[in-house]
């Protein structure tokens, strides 16, 4: 085998020929001056590494997606049904000092960042996904959800968090 330097014009050929080729059995010359033998089973080109002649570069060939494979991802979609994801509630922000905290006892208010009334946000795995009013359902506090948060808004607010 030869050393000889493949040019990306004699690569193109290359495929040309094996494209135009395919279907039938031929002998050809590869620009190294090596026979390349090409079968009918063999319908890919194959263009040998100048730098290393055990290497192959063949075209790759995908298959067209089907309506099974939107099924698939359907039914893909049952398997992680049943995964845990944090969903935490923020009624409010702050930024206090470890002496601030430290002095912290019963009774001690925090001021937030909001103010009563306002929505709180529904945070899942940290990113915003919802506002809503608190509730009070039998005796146990809820959330109403009162707005989705799109995903412009929803980036926003992490990358501020």
Do not use: C, Y
């Amino acid at each position: 085998m030869s050393d000889e330097v493949i040019s990306n014009e004699e690569i193109d050929a290359l495929i040309a020929q094996g494209g135009a080729a395919e279907g039938q059995a031929s002998d050809e010359k590869t620009p190294g001056g090596e026979k390349h033998a090409s079968a009918a089973s063999d319908a890919q080109p194959e263009i040998t590494v100048a730098s290393d002649p055990d290497k192959v570069v063949r075209a790759m060939e995908f298959s067209p997606v089907s309506g099974s494979t939107t099924s698939a991802i359907r039914g893909g979609m049952e398997l992680i049904m049943d995964v845990s994801l944090q969903v935490t509630v923020e009624l409010g922000r702050t930024q206090l000092k470890v002496r601030d905290v430290l002095a912290l006892g019963p009774g001690a208010v925090v001021e937030l960042d909001r103010h009563a009334g306002e929505p709180v946000d529904v945070v899942v795995n940290n990113k915003t996904i919802a506002r809503g009013e608190v509730v009070v359902i039998d005796d146990n506090f809820g959330v109403r959800l009162t707005e989705i948060v799109d995903k412009e808004h929803r980036d926003v607010r992490a990358k501020a968090a």
